[in-house]
């Protein structure tokens, strides 16, 4: 019986001690706590911590209540040690089955964050409570770097659409004065040229001047391919004579005056209408021609 005592005791003492190498080589600061808070074990991390931040007590802070102090804690830190103090009580309680938090810690010379985790240990004998205090500084740093970034981004990508925006204005900008262009050139080439050059083409032009006149026709039909290209994107079928007819008309030219400069009848000429209509699928009565036929070059 004796002996069996002699061989117990070098054991648990070696149990001990290799619970304590255990617990100091862990990077986190670690306490033991009672069913009362108070402070039975430290690991070697808390202790240098705390020697490092000059806490007003011993280094291993056995037998000081941890509730306490985190009761008594004033200041920025009053809100968070209230917060740990509950956790912890309700930890002890068995309310829950472990507490954790994540909360700045910084000095005067750097930032700092931990991150805590309060849990009951596993096995008989008293209660015994393990307080951990894991320095989660880099991964703090990392993410607010990662949120600097994020807003970089965002705002990069704001600047992009602001641009995109803006360059989709000026391209709109761009094509309505094109088409404005476009048709001020066809309007002074309807009303102003064409006019002249057919009055030149019922002259007795000497023979060299024939190919000339109908070399100057063909530019000025060119001139008039904006107006024809949208009349063939409308899905428009027109012939040469029905063309024309939509161009007087956009002109402004009223069904007798197109008669005259064209040499028909009015009876052609209400003819040509009503298929520019039906082609150009203007089945409504109260679409003005003239309207729809301007807004082709708008």
Excluded at 189 to 200: A, D, G, I, K, T
Excluded at 210 to 236: C, G
């Amino acid at each position: 019986m004796t002996t069996r005592r002699k061989s117990a005791a070098p054991a648990s003492g070696q149990r001990d001690r290799l619970a304590q190498t255990i617990l100091n080589s862990l990077s986190a600061h670690v306490a033991i706590l009672d069913e009362n808070g108070f402070i039975l074990e430290t690991n070697r991390a808390w202790m240098q911590f705390a020697e490092a931040n000059q806490i007003r007590m011993r280094p291993d802070t056995h037998n000081v209540n941890y509730l306490d102090i985190c009761d008594s804690a004033d200041g920025y830190s009053a809100d968070e040690s209230s917060s740990v103090a509950r956790g912890i009580r309700d930890v002890i309680a068995g309310r829950v089955a472990e507490f954790v938090m994540d909360y700045p810690c910084h000095s005067p010379n750097e930032k700092r964050w931990f991150y805590m985790r309060v849990t009951r240990a596993a096995g008989p004998g008293p209660q015994r409570i393990v307080v951990s205090h894991e320095n989660i500084t880099s991964l703090k740093l990392a993410e607010e770097r990662l949120r600097e970034s994020e807003n970089a981004l965002w705002q990069e990508k704001q600047k992009l659409e602001d641009a995109n925006t803006a360059l989709k204005v000026l391209l709109q900008q761009r094509e309505a004065d094109q088409r404005r262009m476009e048709s001020d050139v066809l309007d002074n080439v309807r009303r102003m040229v064409v006019p002249l050059v057919e009055r030149l083409g019922r002259l007795p032009l000497p023979r060299p001047a024939k190919p000339i006149l109908s070399s100057l026709e063909k530019r000025l039909a060119e001139l008039t391919q904006p107006f024809l290209r949208r009349l063939s994107a409308a899905e428009s079928v027109l012939t040469p004579q029905e063309i024309e007819v939509a161009a007087l008309i956009r002109e402004g030219l009223s069904s007798k005056e197109i008669a005259v400069r064209m040499n028909l009848s009015l009876t052609t000429i209400n003819f040509h209408r009503r298929n520019l209509r039906r082609k150009l699928n203007l089945r409504n009565a109260s679409i003005n021609l003239r309207t729809y036929l301007l807004s082709l070059t708008e």
